[in-house]
């Protein structure tokens, strides 16, 4: 089944106790497609570039097998952002800047995403993940369905829940799986544990939730199950950017390839988020993602399943 | 099998975002002590008390069926400690004052602990639990083992990894399972993945180690067996104040009951020692130890159990 993800393509500029890494290709779609890839060959990817996008990058992601019909280059500039990781805190990403914030003019300005690509085929079944975006805009993505989703996954980060949290709450009852971190997690709900806010997510109407733990792994809830998944421990953590994404894209890629959507298979996903953000953190950027293949993955989930083996 | 542990009896005056309790009945042998007694009938308690201790507080320890013999009453005052914890750091118990910073006389200028209790029968089997205490104490109670103890577990803090880090190192080899928190395995070994301080703790000669997670579990290693386990979903953590003597008294306390200590019986007392630390949180000092019965540590577990499932 077809996986469309809609989101960001960006430039990053990042610094981790590992060093920097200035204008690596990047963003929430990029990480999610390339992550999927490894679990689905039938990804699309639907975003904005900017007239300074180096069309390399795209080749990155057709090498792949993503199809970038979807992508749309607009007469601006492509979005960048610059963050930073303290050693301590290798969960929680420091925004130094982005462009928004330096007032350069940036595709997110006028971009409103289209969920049918030209000639995109509207009647065959489709997973779609909605990464973190104005809510508004995922909610108009959802309403341009003509066919409801298989599947729909949503993210958002701490900016729209400050700034317009009844529309990200809106979007609840509309999706399948909610794809958070903690702190997100806690900022939607005011709650502080982990099952209070589980349990008021639920009450918005979300029938299932991610809540990503970083490094410590995840918590997975839908109406029938609790499911705690430890991280794998890796090595060293260089750049944790895109390991949400890349978690999103290990799970909705695996689920996208199967045919009845049971707990259990919920559960397998998880596994296989987990494994595609492992390998994500471990270098800068799309690195590691980028030179993967099948045995190391499959390795890799076994060595996770060996360590929560109770 | 007797299961021994010294360490600290102590009044403790705890703040967290449920409110402030002041001098209640606490310390780290206390702890251990109440908690182990739901696994083991046979559990001795050693550590100094002052002249201004309530002796009902050592009734509860009787009650629980606990060998206070080792208790010495000194003519000094019991140590006291004032923490608290922030909202968003449970795991993460701040120092407001104790005994030594106030510069108030207590049993821990002068106290120097005995390994075994007037009358003690020196032939029998036991298991000792080194709470967190003066490494050079701690070295010296290994010292006065007549007979080796089966199993003997150690905790230490950051006070003595800053202040003592060689005697720290030099008591890993000689003792069985090292039960730290994260904060300390990383002061101790210099390292920020989890995967690296599990690594240079073996290098130091430790052959089993757990690393408490908080409310997001522990990592317990040994050389054959790495094996994360998340926490309880608890509904709320009101005082973390003891979480990690409770794990441990779980921990320890299923282990003295076991003839053969396989990999399999770690990750069992593992999960008695996390279910017990979930139940040392949920209200302040040892209030919720103080009222548990079997039946709801099985339903725990089994809770436990079931959230790890896979």
Redesign the interface.
């Known amino acids: 089944m077809k996986l469309k993800v809609v989101g960001v393509l960006a430039y990053d500029s990042i610094t981790s106790?590992f060093g920097t890494k200035r204008n690596i290709f990047g963003g929430s779609a990029t990480y999610f497609a390339i992550s999927s890839s490894y679990l689905s060959n039938n990804v699309r990817i639907t975003g904005a570039i900017g007239k300074d996008f180096n069309r390399d990058d795209l080749d990155i992601l057709s090498s792949r097998g993503i199809n970038i019909d979807g992508v749309e280059t607009l007469d601006l500039n492509t979005f960048k952002w610059e963050g930073k990781y303290e050693?301590?805190a290798?969960n929680e990403a420091i925004t130094l800047s982005n462009s928004i914030i330096k007032g350069e003019p940036n595709v997110l300005e006028s971009y409103k995403p289209i969920l049918y690509s030209k000639n995109e085929n509207k009647s065959e079944s489709y997973s779609l993940f909605l990464a973190n975006a104005d809510p508004e805009h995922q909610l108009d993505l959802i309403n341009q369905m003509d066919k409801r989703a298989k599947l729909i996954g949503l993210d958002t980060m701490d900016f729209w829940i400050n700034n317009s949290a009844e529309s990200v709450k809106r979007l609840f009852p509309n999706v399948d799986v909610i794809i958070i971190n903690e702190n997100e997690a806690k900022l939607i709900t005011n709650e502080?544990?982990?099952?209070?806010c589980?349990n008021k997510i639920q009450s918005l109407g979300a029938e299932r939730i991610v809540i990503k733990?970083g490094?410590?792994?995840l918590?997975y809830a839908s109406n029938s199950t609790?499911?705690?998944?430890?991280?794998v421990?890796?090595?060293?953590?260089k750049d944790p950017t895109g390991a949400g994404d890349s978690f999103a894209g290990g799970f909705m890629g695996y689920l996208s390839t199967v045919e009845n959507l049971t707990e259990e298979e919920f559960?397998e996903a998880c596994?296989y988020g987990s494994v595609m953000a492992s390998f994500c953190v471990e270098e800068f950027g799309l690195e590691r993602l980028l030179t993967l293949n099948d045995s190391e993955i499959e390795n890799r989930k076994n060595l996770l399943?060996?360590?929560?083996?109770?």
Chains 1, 2 share one sequence.
């Open positions: 106790e050693i301590n290798p502080n544990s982990l099952r209070n589980i733990l490094n410590y792994g918590v609790r499911f705690f998944l430890p991280a421990l890796v090595e060293q953590v559960k596994i399943i060996n360590q929560i083996k109770y």
